[in-house]
């Protein structure tokens, strides 16, 4: 039966993409991805593209490489995103693509021409941000672990480099009970969807 049928994982570009149409208690914001080769062969058809999809003064550039956010590594901090790229500087745009690309060398040169790139409009006023995660990464104990802060900044997790205004909260996985603060609720209940669409419980 099609419900039965285990999500099938790709990229960090290519995930988000097939839960965007999915996903009900979140919202995933559009996105223009390429391939490294596809950059070197037609850079300037790609960078128009970007500036015609979005509305937004800002976009970040990130980075989606193959070996990146598996089952069997994260990669975190490892290959480069930019944030506050300003969508219509054609060169500020191109500068920022390509280091990202650059960055891509730390990795398997086996898959380099294949790792994407993916731009999408810049998130602003942020509440909090951080990483979610469905289980306990040392002991796999049943608790949702979030990782997050809330300076107004975005990459502090993400990039690998930590912060001192970061705060874990931990939320057992069986209670009855959601938690007591609203957003940390609502976080809560968009894993429990996501985890019921891929039919995976460790993400």
């Known amino acids: 039966p099609q419900d039965l049928i285990q999500f099938k994982f790709g990229t960090k570009s290519e995930t988000l993409q097939l839960l965007q149409g999915k996903v009900k208690k979140s919202t995933i914001l559009p996105q223009v991805k390429f391939t490294v080769e596809e950059f070197n062969n037609k850079s300037s ?5 970007i500036q015609d999809s979005f509305d937004s003064d800002k976009v970040v550039v990130r980075s989606s490489a193959i070996n ?6 994260s990669m975190a901090g490892n290959y480069h995103s930019i944030l506050h790229v300003k969508r219509k500087d054609k060169i500020e745009l191109e500068r920022a693509i390509n280091e990202v690309i650059e960055s891509y060398q730390k990795g398997s040169s086996e898959f380099y ?3 994407q790139v993916f731009v999408q409009p810049q998130l602003e006023n942020v509440d909090a941000s951080g990483v979610l995660f469905t289980k306990d990464l040392e002991t796999s104990a049943p608790y949702y672990t979030i990782n997050y802060e809330t300076s107004g900044g975005t990459d502090a997790i993400t990039s690998g480099k930590g912060d001192d205004d970061l ?4 939320y057992y996985k069986n209670s009855s009970i959601g938690p007591a603060d609203k957003k940390l609720n609502k ?6 969807e996501i985890e019921l669409i891929t039919k995976h419980s460790s993400l």
């Open 113 to 115: 021409s294949q790792n």
């Open 45 to 49: 058809d790609i960078i128009e593209h």
């Open 167 to 170: 705060t874990t909260y931990f």
């Open 187 to 192: 976080i809560i209940e968009a894993a429990k």
């Open 68 to 73: 990146e956010d598996t089952a069997l590594s």
